[in-house]
């Protein structure tokens, strides 16, 4: 208090009032009212910051006061309007002043009843044996009443079961009028609170109270996702007529009942183990990286183990002393813990009430058993022993249209996989906007950076051959995953899709801007031995185009992939004439491309931002334009066009589609530039191509240097040029 009384003073001090030139200086009334004001936010940051909890405590006290105030002084105002000057005789009846007396008392009692509930919660929640002990021997209390911090269920009772105190608890449960079934707004009683805490002396005491109503099966979500074996036995014990509505989803967090949620703690507990194994390894061979694994560095916090905060977590295993040690201490852990938890499933698998129907479009007991082939058999062999109303299909599919084979493909699990494909799974359906199942195990496969690690992934790919060799389409996809991982001396995988019917020209979606298919990914990726093992064994089109017109050979020579027309081994075979078509083929496309701007980048067209790469295309433009010309013996002034423009000509023709103050419409006087260069300035007909082919021959070395230019500048340097050159002309 002293720190406050100083501050205030400290604060009066620099108030307009203090001291005569702070008068002064400060003589307008709204600055006088911004230093009050000021003064008063600083001493109530203050307390608040440092006796917050006070007064919360205190207002809800006073709320709480002020509500049986009400209620008594609007009870009261009867009473009090009972004077001599209004009574009438009749109301002065020995049985109307006996009811009154009688309402007096009560409305005291139960004012007092609240404030020792108030009390006797705190004291709960203070673990002060005790003042509890002291005020349960009040036979006036209430030990059901609303505690007074919430108006929403909460008893006593939740709050002892919240702090889980032994001794507290059993005062409570021996009281004579304690109800042990009220639930507050989440539907949570304190069974739940007993079983989150592995307590099972109390929960067994609740579980046989002559007040205990087991209505929801909240207590044993809540024990199967805490991997509390024993307490899950002792309730499914008490599921009489499936009282605890074993397979509904209720309380605040609808999403999994009993059984789903012991099937995601398993699926957690064995992704989590394949992680931290992955990482001691990584550790043990020095290649951890900023102290996790890259594949699992991603994955979340949390672990379904009993005591969170002892456990390191993959994150925070670089923090540790010895993040080996403390690696393979999990690893252990997660050993145990999933055998609980698989133990968990068993005893919920031998509940008569249990069923596997899905619930709307959640996901089904499959797609989290797939992780694990022992847990998928005995999950299988219970749906089938189960009635046709409660089975679940092999082939649901949740709200991502996601199956259970797609899921076991996803984990990695080639024994899931088999078993689900001998029994009818669909490997045909496709997610929302996503991969096949056999396109994610060839996606898996390109993932895996360690070459033993991808063994078993390719086997996979491998058995899911037979299931997919007359799709085309899907082979095709899949073919395209695994571009990323073939290399000149290793590409078995990938030619024997071909074999299958996997085709070069199609694999992702034809209308993508980058022309996804297998023949433009090898171009773009500099694979030249792709590209000619597309082309010579599996009729790879060179010339296929995307639809924003440029073709294979383009993205393969802007990209480097090829250097010189001859590397194809294709265009070796052609004569001088086909040699001739095939370029003037490329330069029709090149000046007939409706955006310009986009084709320059072939793989990322806005990386214009980077003035580097833009150099490093705008030259290789130029070199290939240069190079068509002359291994197609080309001549430029010929009508390849339609039969009717030349190539200058069909460039010029789209120059005033494109706004000059737009800097990538630049692009398009590039092709300009790169043609003209090629034409004899005598041939050209007029002062704006005479000024056009000046300049490309002026920066014929370095052409980017004048489409980087601000477009200003550019302006001027064609002014310039023409004034010199051209004057009469113009």
């Known amino acids: 208090m002293k720190l406050i009384v100083y501050l205030l003073i400290l ?88 009811i009154m007396v009688k309402g007096y008392k009560q409305r005291k009692e139960n004012k007092n009843s609240t404030l020792k509930t108030t009390q006797l919660d705190k004291a709960c929640e203070k673990n002060n044996e005790e003042e509890v002990k002291k005020l349960l021997s009040d036979a006036t209390i209430d030990v059901n009443a609303n505690c007074y911090l919430s108006n929403d269920g909460w008893t006593v009772l939740h709050t002892a079961c919240y702090k889980n105190n032994q001794n507290i608890i059993n005062l409570l449960l021996d009281h004579p009028n304690i109800n042990v079934s009220i639930h507050e707004e989440r539907d949570i009683t304190p069974l739940y609170y007993a079983c989150l805490h592995n307590n099972r002396e109390v929960a067994q005491r609740l579980l046989v109270h002559k007040t205990m109503v087991l209505d929801n099966n909240l207590p044993l979500r809540i024990a199967c996702e805490k991997g509390h074996l024993e307490l899950v036995k002792l309730l499914l014990q008490h599921n009489i007529n499936n009282c605890m509505k074993i397979n509904d989803l209720v309380g605040w967090n609808q999403k999994h009942n009993p059984l789903i949620q012991a099937c995601s703690c398993l699926e957690d507990c064995i992704n989590s183990e394949k992680a931290y194994t992955i990482f001691a390894e990584e550790i043990a061979n020095n290649k951890a990286k900023a102290g996790h694994s890259h594949f699992f560095g991603g994955m979340r916090r949390k672990h379904f183990f009993p005591n969170n905060s002892e456990n390191y977590c993959l994150r925070d295993l670089p923090q540790a002393t010895d993040p080996l040690q403390k690696a393979q201490e999990q690893i252990k852990m997660l050993k145990e813990q999933r055998t609980i938890f698989f133990e968990i499933i068993k005893e919920l698998l031998k509940d008569p009430f249990i069923s596997f129907k899905q619930i709307g479009n959640r996901s089904t007991v499959f797609h989290y058993a797939v992780v694990d082939h022992e847990v998928l058999q005995l999950f299988f062999e219970k749906n089938k022993a189960l009635t046709q109303e409660n089975q679940c299909s092999i082939n649901a599919m949740n709200s991502n249209n996601k199956t259970p084979l797609y899921s076991a493909v996803q984990a990695g699990n080639l024994q899931s ?169 490329e330069l029709t496309a090149v000046v007939e491309w409706p955006s310009p701007n986009r084709i320059f980048f072939t793989r990322h067209w806005n990386c214009a931002c980077n003035r580097d790469v833009e150099e490093h295309y705008i030259q290789r433009f130029n070199d290939f334009v240069a190079t068509c010309i002359e291994y197609g013996n080309i001549n430029v002034h010929e009508k390849i066009v339609d039969n009717r423009y030349t190539l200058l000509e069909k460039a010029y023709e789209r120059l005033p589609f494109y706004n000059p103050q737009d800097k990538l419409s630049c692009y398009n006087e590039a092709i300009v530039h790169a043609l003209i260069k090629h034409y004899p300035v005598d041939s050209l007909n007029n002062a704006q191509q005479k000024t056009d082919s000046a300049i490309a021959r002026a920066y014929d070395k370095n052409p980017q240097k004048y489409y980087l230019l601000p477009t200003e500048e550019q302006k001027i340097t064609k002014e310039v040029v023409m004034a010199t050159y051209y004057t009469d002309e113009v």
């Open 417 to 585: 996989i088999k078993y689900l494909l001998d029994r009818g799974a669909n490997i045909t359906i496709q997610p929302n906007s996503e991969k096949t199942s056999f396109e994610i195990a060839c996606y898996n496969v390109c993932q895996e950076e360690d070459l033993i690690k991808r063994k078993p992934l390719e086997n996979i790919v491998i058995f899911l051959l037979p299931h997919v060799q007359y799709d085309a389409d899907q082979l095709s996809k899949g073919a395209q995953e695994l571009i990323d991982v073939s290399t000149e001396n290793d590409y078995t995988l990938l030619e024997l899709l071909l074999k299958r019917g996997a085709d070069p020209n199609r694999g992702g979606d034809q209308n993508n801007w980058t022309g996804h298919t297998n023949m433009f990914k090898a171009a773009r990726s500099e694979m030249l031995f792709l590209l000619n093992l597309f082309i010579n064994n599996y009729n790879g089109n060179i010339a296929q185009k995307n639809y924003l017109g440029y073709t294979v050979f383009y993205a393969a020579f802007m990209e480097s992939t090829i250097k010189h027309p001859d590397d194809i081994d294709y265009l070796k075979t052609l004569d001088e004439n086909q040699k001739k078509t095939f370029m003037q083929q």
């Open 11 to 98: 604060s009066i001090s620099f108030s307009p009032h203090s001291t005569y030139s702070m008068q002064h200086a400060l003589s307008d009334r709204n600055m006088q009212m911004l230093c009050y004001v000021a003064a008063g936010c600083t001493a109530l940051l203050y307390i608040t910051y440092h006796y917050k909890d006070s007064v919360v405590d205190w207002w809800y006290r006073l709320k709480d006061n002020e509500s049986i105030k009400k209620n008594d002084s609007s009870r009261d105002k009867k009473k009090d309007n009972l004077t001599p000057n209004n009574l009438t005789p009749k109301i002065l009846t020995p049985e109307a002043l006996e």
